[in-house]
């Protein structure tokens, strides 16, 4: 009888084991959820977190309470989320600066890319663009290869932050066009510099203002980083019909410390994936030129992956500076 017990005993615990993942699924979340934002208030990751931040919460039937914190240009923020615990109730929203470029350019940040977080989804990507003023003499990149034959001293590029700077570099890599590099501490100097002339080039991120200035004159697109031709930019040429498989975007991902339970991780995954579709969320997007982007964890692994392998090969031919 005794033996008998102990194998009810045993069927009992697997099928509990079995039907665990189940239950906690079901009972994530119970309290509310912690969203860090390693950006300052008022930038695009604050802006779309925030817009996020409130279907999500009606999604999970808890507040998520938007926190930002911000310094060593993210770092900081992602490495409280490294640090917290792996229950769901801290998750991170960040760019791929965070998870495959500063690691790799700062060998004293705080946390391993690959093993600190479990990836979610991804959450929206956005291209660069490649911007001059009026009067530059190339209006797309195959002009831009020629008139760079003329240059052998280089080309000024107005840029600011590693990601803009990677993208520069690949395309010269593409080209065979030599760029100086003339560091900006943010988005909106960069642009400041193509409009008054005090550079030839910029790269960077489509914004609103941006794309003021083009309308009015001010300002022209050469190309766009997407892979084809981009939606939100039409007309514009992108990189890959000149150079193919040289793209220059950015984007958005949601991470969970490491150690998180694969059924909560899948859980806010499809949450995020619900969100997205609202519609106030994909006109928030829209206005900040970003395309919402779902994906598994797997797949948010695998762009980390190759995103560490590009800074690594770049790294290595360029010296990439963080400002």
Known sequence: MQWKNKVLAAAVGAVALLAAPAVLAQAYPSKPVRLIINFAAGGTTDVVGRA???????????????????????AIGAAEVARAAPDGYTILLTTQGSLTEIPILNPNTPYNPTTAFSPITKVGTSPFVLFAHPSFPANNLKELVAYSRTRPDGIDISLSGSSVTMGAF??????????????????????????GGHTKLGLNAVTTTMMQQVQAGNLKLLAVGSDGPYKLLPGVPSFTETFPGVTSD????????????EPVVQRLNQAIKKVLADPDVIKVMSANAMLPEHTSPE???????KGLANTKALSAKHTITLN
């Open 52 to 74: 996020i931040a409130k279907p999500l919460a009606a999604e999970l039937g808890h507040p998520v309470l938007v926190d930002n914190k911000t310094g060593a240009l993210g």
């Open 170 to 195: 690949a395309l010269a890599d593409a080209g065979n066009i030599k760029f100086v590099r003339v560091p900006y501490a943010g988005a909106a100097p960069a642009l400041t510099a193509a409009l």
């Open 250 to 261: 950015c984007w958005w991902g949601l991470f969970a410390p490491a150690g998180t339970p």
């Open 299 to 305: 797949e948010l692994k695998k762009v980390v992956e």
